[in-house]
């Protein structure tokens, strides 16, 4: 996907006026993040397994590169093949070349988030294979010709109307002529649809959740069973995986299960958890004749030496995004790139650079509310300023907003200055808006007072007060 | 095709030195023998408590998650239930099974038409039974074995599922153990399964039947 994350604003200001995409966006309220309120009450254990999922997940950091080798040498084992890609780029090249040599036609994929990353469908079809995604939502974008908005339900931006259309008008050479107006209709015609591209397929690719070490076994998580089909039916079956993926053990794995699905959807435990290991032994009935995995670094290793390093702990289970005022409001198409929300905007700018998706880490208010879901308890409110700090070292913020952040840290770092002004531009202020209360226009603030007032302080600052309060 | 493989070589190093020099220590500086220790120990973690039985939890949750669950006392009754599910679902006498050792022991009504193969995409039934299942999240634990097509648990409509209680555990890491108890390592394909397949891809709200199932039915035994 061609990224737009330096249109942020633009983006930011076209999705506030979609009223389905705020619709939807809603709606996400009382769905994922009720769900997830209410698997938290049900289970006292909630905090204490986040404190040992962050605590696992380091352990695994810390000990990467032998975690990775294990986990290699059982692949191998198992009679499957493992490839290294230190770019997307090499990612992509890796996966055209296996399909090349299966002498594939069709390929499936099943939902991943990696697959995204590295643009692998755009690389098939350009090299002439027939890609088809068979995780619902990602099928709908793809007839859409739309990337996802959101990292576990990437068409929720889709209203069933919009869904409606695009089938009614590209399944029509399929033979399906109805328009259909049915929830239930539409799932049960793409199901048939799917059914056969499933049966065609040469090739199956497939994200994974976790790696285990342990046992060299890929591990999909997903509650229609594509992820499952896909890894089952078709003669080479390949999964793409970036290096923080693996975890040391099948209890470690199952340690982070009961965190992923109440965490992304309100869920215990997804329909379907599929831990798969290697090509069809002699002795299975089916599955697989051949298996890859693509383990892809694409900057990676570069967050893994700096403060940078526990967002290597995600898990994408979207908790971040559902309780993020901002995404709440914009929606995933805003942040311009494949992972939206506050962990996008910490990936992001690693991934393409703060050039161009300089915007996103100041998209954020640091109201802290994705740190407090987050599942293995990433600081990101902390990781977005590390980059705001990035970005105003190299000088890449605007020159007005460099000048005034570092005058007000001049003044900051004096506190008896800083006191003096505030105390005197508070009373200059109260003074001026003592009338109304509130101020319609506001020099240097015009961006907020375009769309709202700003109100009139009372008089004496904050630290004032404080010591008034002290003093009683 | 060299070209790649060179390319993947030399990708894999990197990687592993980029990793190395992050941590800021060579690779001769880990403890392996340590790790693979914690990975022959793999430590349990947090286990949540519950307070209803094993058989109540499973059924509850299985059910809440939209499945359907039947009860009888011995093997013997089994075919009788299939029936009843068949009937009651109108759903013709054929039916795709998976041959463990499991369901070859059951004596079978003649009305039903059992074929012990690699299912197609028309079959519309499908019965297997299951290692084990998983009292805490109402889960059945399947895997891949040479009379076990794992896309018998996927593509007929409806999955029926036989499981004797005496297979019933507490947790994914019991299971985790009872599957290590078999000694055959890890199969090919293990799959969790805690309901029908389902999907909120249309305005986030929940369908079933996407692309797996539209019915799970388990047969409780004993
Ligand atoms: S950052 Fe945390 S909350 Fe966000 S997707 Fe990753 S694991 Fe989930």
Known sequence: ?472 | MAATATTVTGAREQILNRIRDALGRDTDEIDIAALRARIARHPRHIEPAFDESPTQRLCAKLEAAAASVARVDTLAEVGAAVENYLQGNDLGRQLVCSGDALLQQIEWPPSLDLQRRVPLGADSVGITSALCAIAETGTLMLISGQQKPTSLNFLPDHHIVVLPLDQLVMRMEDAWDRLREEGAGMPRSVNFISGPSKTADVEQTVEYGAHGPRCLHVILVG
């Open chain 1, 1 to 472: 996907m061609h990224p737009r994350s330096k249109f942020f604003e633009a983006n930011a200001t076209q999705a506030l006026r979609q009223p389905s995409l705020q619709a939807a966006l809603k709606q996400l309220e009382q769905g994922f993040v009720a769900g997830r309120a209410a698997c938290y009450e049900a289970l006292p254990e909630f905090e204490a397994l986040r404190d040992r999922a962050e605590e696992v997940l380091n352990h695994t950091l810390e000990n990467l590169d032998a975690y990775l080798l294990e986990y290699e040498a059982r692949v191998i084992e198992t009679g499957g093949q493992v490839h290294w890609a230190s770019t997307a780029d090499e990612a992509r090249r890796i996966v055209v070349d296996i399909c090349n040599q299966a002498g594939a036609g069709n390929v499936i994929r099943g939902k991943s988030m990696i697959g995204e990353e590295v643009g692998i469908n755009d690389a098939l079809e350009k090299a002439g294979f027939e890609v088809t995604e068979t995780d619902l939502g990602e099928y709908i974008l793809q007839l859409a010709e739309e990337p996802p908005s959101h990292i576990v339900a990437p068409a929720i931006h889709k209203t069933k109307d919009e869904i409606s259309d695009l089938f009614h008008s590209r399944h029509r050479e399929l033979g399906y002529h109805e328009r259909l107006t049915e929830r239930s209709a539409l799932v049960a015609e793409a199901r048939q649809v799917l059914r056969e591209k499933f049966q065609q397929a040469d090739v199956g690719i497939t994200g994974a959740n976790f790696l285990i070490a342990e046992t060299g076994s890929n591990v999909i998580v997903t509650n229609e069973g594509n992820g499952d089909l896909s890894s089952t039916l078709p003669r080479v079956q390949i999964v793409t995986a970036a290096i923080d993926k693996v975890v040391p053990t099948l209890e470690d794995a199952s340690l982070l299960l009961r965190l992923l699905g109440r965490s992304a959807t309100g869920q215990e435990i997804t329909a379907y958890t599929t831990f798969t290991t290697g090509p069809r032994r002699q002795t299975d009935a089916d599955g697989p004749a051949e298996y890859h995995v693509v383990i892809l670094d694409n900057h990676r290793s570069e967050m893994l030496a700096g403060e940078l390093r526990p967002m290597l702990r995600c898990i994408r289970c979207g908790a971040c995004m559902n309780h993020c005022p901002v995404y709440g409001r914009v929606g995933g198409h805003a942040y311009g790139w494949i992972y939206p929300g506050p962990m996008g905007s910490v990936l992001t700018p690693v991934m393409l650079g703060l050039d161009e998706a300089g915007h996103l880490p100041n998209a954020c208010s640091l109201n802290g509310r994705c740190a407090t879901v987050c599942p293995v308890k990433i600081p990101l409110p902390q990781l977005l300023r590390t980059l705001r700090g990035r970005q105003h070292r190299r000088r890449l913020n605007s020159r007005t907003a460099r000048m005034g952040l570092s005058i007000w840290a001049w003044i900051a770092l004096r506190p008896r200055l800083y006191q003096s002004i505030t105390r005197l531009a508070m009373s200059i202020m109260a003074l001026l808006g003592r009338r109304q209360g509130r101020f319609r226009r506001m020099p240097l603030a015009g961006g907020w007072t375009r769309v709202r007032d700003l109100p009139a302080p009372q008089g004496s600052t904050f630290q004032a007060q404080w010591r008034q309060r002290r003093q009683q």
